[in-house]
């Protein structure tokens, strides 16, 4: 026997609830049904299919037969559109429901109701196409409208007559700006007043899953359901529901006299829409309101009403049951606004809302207000529409990705920037949005605030997948210890200059103004470099800067190119910095290590920082827990947003250098780790994927000397695979089981140091072979093969290119190292170059600008700020000021003819040897 269930104990529910199918009973009240299960349960006692589907058939026919049957037009009905009015009825607590081709059909069979003389009272931030419609009557059928603001009831008072006012137009929230209606009580009012007003409220905003105005004492809603009940943009359809017979009778007619109800087909998908449409509603505005509370957290103006303070809030959580998945906010600058659009990728940028896929809309760019596009700008402003606002319309995706999409696109558009005291992102204030949020950029061509930027980025080798991976098999790509280092130094004397020691000790220097900006077209902060370079800037500087420079090399000529383009593509008309760049670096150039693109990486940096395009944080409080990398010790400090936007730059960089670069390179130098690179086509997805959790690894990489020529040996590859198919097909899937192997290998938490190394080494051997039966070794290789093999028993393989370059030989953790270093001499005394490094370590390096200073109470000096819960006793201080000459610290060392150059004397005068272990010494670098 059933339990006894006190009805008064039971959850009070909605009164739209239909009851269970089961008899009442004293013992076993019936129990209303919830509403996610009345969408998914299609159900009408008075339409059984007989051959009992589980799915509402398509009665896809204009004519029925016969003379006394229930249907004879698909225009007056149709059993499908039958299922689908008597489903949306039960849901949206109504008597009677139609459907109809669109939405603003729907409103079009309302308005019908009118007659010349009537009355109608709106709100005054409708829908576009509803105002359009209302002048229409307006004008040709003498109906007299009244706009007013609906949020307050009371606004209605003047305009309600006892006879002529025939209808009440509303929405609530209102789109895009989430004006909030009370309306039931402009119901309760407008009833008093006029008894035989007409009620009508567009729902679409919020469906009936959020909203039944019905149960609020209104007449008629109609929703597009083009929007949420349908979910996925794929049909138009617009809906009204009523519960009053006589005006059920009146939409009946004009439908069947119109001809514009719903068709078969277009019924059985919004049916099918319909039956996910509360768990869709629930992950949207579940969504909305994460990215609401982002949004507002950074301090732009949102109108969303699951916000504390939206007006109207109250009032919502009286008539509604949730908050919706529509909601904007201003950025204060209608360009601003147009580049956020522009720069996101997720969000699509569209008209319309409801759908399962994202959509941001704004800007005349992109049609802002396409809603409003019947309302001219003066009305516009006058109704309080902002030209800034951006709406964003949130579907089901992760809300993770949308918010990481979000956040880029206002990063690119300089809308939020790193607040380095506060380490996240802060809005940028309106009235700097070409300023960083935390520095007072001098724009002016001042040199205040100008200071020496120090960066370095790691080289990189190919482990896995040389030569293969030009035919769709994936490499594996890490980060070696081996860096390239370079030097921004102000100058005040209007120049910029260069010095790349590496390349010929190339230098030179021009004046600022003599360069050709004639022929550059800047790219503003926050946007993107175009796919293609600026081939007018390219030849200008080729045929104008660099034609007079005598006996340049081409790596120096292509470097100076490289960064007169970064430094001039990223000039401002009022801010053109005067600095040098030097580089060097302490892996080998042209070795097939990615010299070109740590090269690319340094100078982007470089000139982003100069360009104050990017902030450095301050590095976290000694006692952080933050995670410290193996080979530097260094914290991961710089933002993942930061790294982006150097790679960016830096893949410009490379464009120029190599043309057409695939984007490993420059990743690897700027993200370090290891990666998986696959090119696009042959039956596999292009992309690259960081290997997780790579484990930094001891490697010796030795220089065989012998140039190789990368291009002739890619070509020789090609030549062999179609003339022996069979051949070189077995080999390149032979190499891609390999590289999956190793990807497996090296994300592998669970996998032993030792069982690694043992996996590596077995696999290094193999890939090797592979590569010498492709014909890309070279005697050297092997030589150096020989010598690491025996009698040390080491692994070596080629790296890169092959034919020269550089091969890797894997060091177990237990070679001792007085065996090493007799290794190291032996191959040095063959006239190859060795080195000892680590793979797998850090990406792009700055060294940190702000000094650290322990002290007592409150912070001392201009701009301190104590590191957030560190109790005050630890703070970070703005970097000092240009030290005078004479300054005692050792790291201060003036040139011969007494310009103080704090770094870059010391920086040019260290040893190879020298500069890894000097540079770290500097202070605290910070690392991604």
Known sequence: ????????????????????????????????????????????????????????????????????????????????????????????????????????????????????????????????????????????????????????????????????????????????????????????????????????????MMSPYLQRPLEHGVDIVYDSATKYLSGHHDLMAGVVTCNADYIAKKLAFIINSVGNALTPMDSFFLLRGIKTLAVRMDRQQNSSQIVAEYLYGLGFKVNYPGLPDHPGREIHLRIADGNGAVLSFETGNKELSEKIVGSTRLWGISVSFGCVNSLINQGRAYHLFQRHASIDAATRAARGLPEDLIRLCVGIEDPHDLLDDLERALIEAGAIAFDMYQNKYVRVPENHLLRTAVESLQLDGGQEGQREWFVSAPGKIILFGEHAVVHGVTAIAAAVDLRCFGLATPRNDGKVSVHFQDLGNFSYEWDIESLPWDAVTPIPPGEAHPDELDQRLVGALNERVLSSIENIQNGARGATITFLYLYMILSRSQYKPGFNFTSRATLPVGAGLGSSASFSTCTATACLLVHRRISVPPPPAPTSTEHIHVSHQGRRAIPVSTADEVNRWAFVAEKILHGNPSGVDNSVAVYGGALAYTREGFGRKGGMEAIQGFKSLKFLLTNSKVPRDTKKLVAGVSEKKANEPELVGGILDAIQSISDEAKRALADPELSRDSLLTALSALMEENHKHLVTLGVSHPSLETIREKTASPHGLTTKLTGAGGGGCAVTLVPDDFKDEQLQDLINELIRENFQPYLTSVGGSGLGILSPYAEHRIRGAARGSGSQGQAGDGGDFAQVTPPETPTPGDASPQFVADASGDLEPLRTPFLNSSLTELPEWSAGLGRWLYV
């Open 1 to 204: 026997m059933a339990p006894t269930i006190d009805p008064r104990a039971a959850p009070k529910l909605p009164v739209h609830d239909l009851p269970t199918p089961e008899p009442e009973s004293p013992f076993r009240p019936r129990k209303p049904y919830r509403f996610s299960t009345l969408c998914a349960t299609v159900d009408n006692p008075d339409m059984k299919d007989q051959y009992g589907s589980s799915s509402v058939p398509i009665y896809q026919t204009a004519t029925f037969k016969g003379v006394s049957g229930e249907y004879d037009y698909t225009r007056s009905g149709n059993p499908t559109r039958s299922h689908l009015q008597h489903h949306i009825a039960k849901i949206s607590s109504a008597n009677h429901a139609f459907t109809v081709s669109s939405g603003m059909a729907a409103l079009d069979i309302i308005l019908r109701l009118l007659k010349p003389g009537d009355e109608v009272i709106a709100g005054d931030d409708l829908y576009g196409g509803t105002n359009r419609l209302l002048t229409y009557v307006r004008t040709h059928v003498g109906v007299t409208v009244h706009h007013v603001d609906t949020t307050n009831p009371e606004s209605l008072h003047p305009y309600i007559h006892p006879t002529k006012t025939a209808m009440v137009l509303l929405e609530s929230p209102t789109n895009p700006l989430l004006k909030i209606v009370d309306i039931a009580t402009i119901s309760r009012d407008v009833k008093e007043r006029a008894p035989n007003a007409i009620i009508v409220v567009d729902n679409t």
